[in-house]
């Protein structure tokens, strides 16, 4: 069973920087896109980055220059290093990956449990 475990969130003050980390794991045969996503209260989630396994990104319009996405292949791991942080960045992240897992011909969306970045003005 696949499961992904994000790591790194936590409180820092504006103007602040924190790197996420996601390990994916669990019978995973290979991964395609890796992404995170966020989610502030009475939100709905959003896209903030996506990164193919070739490495090509995508960044939500808000972020642009301020988030880096990055990836391990070897590692099936994916990273967000996150600078010049706002309050409006507030939000719970969330890393998805679509993969093909050894017991599947076909690829699917998996989710972290979340990890809850906080910035304070």
């Known amino acids: 069973q696949v499961q992904l475990v994000e790591s790194g969130g936590g409180l820092v003050q504006a103007g602040g920087s924190l790197r996420l980390s996601c390990v994916a794991s669990?019978?995973?045969?290979?991964?395609?896109?890796m992404g995170w996503y966020r989610q502030a209260p009475g939100k709905q989630r959003e896209l903030v980055a996506t990164i193919t396994r070739s490495s090509s990104t995508y960044y939500a319009d808000s972020v642009k220059g301020r988030f880096t996405i990055s990836r391990d292949n070897a590692k099936d791991t994916v990273y967000l290093q996150m600078s010049c942080l706002k309050p409006e960045d507030t939000a719970v992240y969330y890393c998805?990956?679509?993969?093909?897992?050894?017991?599947?011909?076909?690829?699917?969306?998996?989710w972290g449990q979340g990890t809850q970045v906080t910035v304070s003005s």
């Open positions: 998805n990956a679509n993969a093909y897992t050894t017991h599947s011909s076909f690829a699917r969306d998996y």
């Open positions: 669990g019978g995973i045969f290979s991964i395609n896109t």
